[in-house]
T-cell receptor, first 111, second 114 residues
Framework: KQEVTQIPAALSVPEGENLVLNCSFTDSAIYNLQWFRQDPGKGLTSLLL?????REQTSGRLNASLDKSSGRSTLYIAASQPGDSATYLC??????????FGTGTRLTVIP | ETGVTQTPRHLVMGMTNKKSLKCEQHLGHNAMYWYKQSAKKPLELMFV???????ENNSVPSRFSPECPNSSHLFLHLHTLQPEDSALYLCASSQEGTGPDEQFFGPGTRLTVL
């Protein structure tokens, strides 16, 4: 069974810093890897989806990379802002309905 | 309304109550999902419906009963729940559940069982 791990569980950075969130998965046979943002008590907002054939995806200040062979993905956030404070979840899809989630990294950006 | 909506957003119920959660998607998708998110645990897939047919039941206790009357609506009927069932229940949809589609999530229902 796919297991997804996110380290660290929590991260605090001062505003303006660049940061990297890590995601690792045990089964490299994935279709895609997705990053989500979740605000407290709210649903998930999709940020980036990387297909298994891709190495990275970019959206604004966000860049996600994927290394299937090593079972790792990173989410890079440039010039962090207080509004980026949220929990970031990664999920690896191994089948039609099989989306395996990590427990998330709770990010706090300090003004 | 756009995207995936869920009602109610918050629900408090006793262990003997019967209640229902509702999910509606406005994306023209054919697959809908129920997930459970408990504190400090990864999201757990509960049920999957493709074209109104249930295609996955992830060993969910029978006190949770899903219903999918059409491709746009999904319900989760709750009966005789336990306090450990308190969690955030998230609904999602995707274009077609037969392939690895991107899933779009609703805002969730925060359920508290007393």
């Amino acid at each position: 069974k796919q297991e997804v791990t996110q380290i660290p569980a929590a991260l605090s950075v001062p505003e303006g810093e660049n940061l990297v969130l890590n995601c690792s998965f045990t089964d490299s046979a994935i279709y895609n890897l997705q990053w989500f943002r979740q605000d407290p008590g709210k649903g998930l907002t999709s940020l980036l989806l990387i297909q298994s054939s891709q190495r990275e995806q970019t959206s604004g200040r966000l860049n996600a990379s994927l290394d299937k062979s090593s079972g790792r993905s990173t989410l890079y956030i440039a010039a962090s802002q207080p509004g980026d404070s949220a929990t970031y979840l990664c999920a690896a899809q191994t089948g039609a309905n099989n989306l395996f989630f990590g427990t998330g990294t709770r990010l706090t950006v300090i003004p | 309304e756009t995207g995936v909506t869920q009602t109610p957003r918050h629900l408090v119920m006793g262990m003997t109550n019967k209640k229902s959660l509702k999910c509606e998607q406005h994306l023209g998708h054919n697959a809908m999902y129920w997930y459970k998110q408990s504190a400090k645990k990864p999201l757990e897939l509960m049920f999957v419906y493709n074209f109104k047919e249930q295609t996955e039941n992830n060993s969910v206790p029978s006190r949770f009963s899903p219903e999918c009357p059409n491709s746009s609506h999904l319900f989760l009927h709750l009966h005789t729940l336990q306090p450990e069932d308190s969690a955030l229940y998230l609904c999602a949809s995707s274009q077609e559940g037969t392939g690895p589609d991107e899933q779009f999530f609703g805002p969730g229902t925060r359920l508290t069982v007393l």
